[in-house]
């Protein structure tokens, strides 16, 4: 355990066009009870009052001419920042007040500590309940991600030779958890310190993600962790996830299809028992009870994502 007096931590927000929900986020990482040395809103080039109602907020604002994006915003406010440490939080969620406190306590040597979240629905995100995890670069893909971006607070220096967020309009994040992972060890936390703001995901959007996340791992084949086991486990994720929502639409030539491959790739069968154990954590109404401690009003953000997304697009749908 490190000496907490020891660190430095800048909080980075890439925002567009969020002036309605960016003064909540930038509250909540000033209100921590483990005070960070500066946070930064990376306005990217939004049309509306973000980059004035952040400063209002008390946060440092950087404004991009152009609208490019949340990683490549991240990475403006990487480079940018003067800590040790980058914490991580999307302009539409929140911490609660010891976020940082906590994981301060289990930043040191490592390159990256990830706090699960609570959403908006009040269910568990990435492994809360758990006690600590070791995390990996085949983590990141399966069961499914264990890592909420709000929820990371990550090494500058590693980040750097990591390569930053690369170009990706969607799954960028777990691709850059990948590729982070290969400069050190990385832990996920067992308790829920970050209210995610959930939203509705129809099919359309499921499918960009998966295209998108495909991309990704088309990307990184070449890396030894990448290995034919991962690849199989994602498509296993997707091939379960379609086979409950065509129950769910009485769609029997797609559960046939989604049931059919699952039946000839029995090797996938204990990761999806692994991830149906994690859905059901994340089911536990304990997490919900954590929102008790949140005004109404930040639970409730209003998006607009802008030209990309700035959540977390990992091609999961929650089942």
Known sequence: ?????DISISVVIPAHNRADVVARAVRSALGQTRAPSEVIVVDDASEDDTGAVARAAGASVLRRPEAQGSGFARNAGIRAATSEWIAFLDSDDLWLPDHLARAADHLGSGVLVAAPAVDTEGRGRGLPGIGLVELSSAACFIPESPIVTSGVVARRDALMAAGLFRAFERAQDGDMW?????HGRGVALPEPTVVYSARPRGQASVALDRAWLDAVMASLSTRPWMSRRVRTGVRARYHWD???SSVARRDPAALARSAAWLGVHPATWSMLSGLLAARRRNRD?????????VPDDRTHATRDTGPTSTRDSRGVTEG
């Open 285 to 293: 109404p304990r997490w919900a009870a954590l929102l008790d401690a």
């Open 178 to 182: 990948a590729r982070l992972l290969e």
């Open 242 to 244: 379609d086979l409950t």
């Open 1 to 5: 355990m490190t000496d907490v007096g």
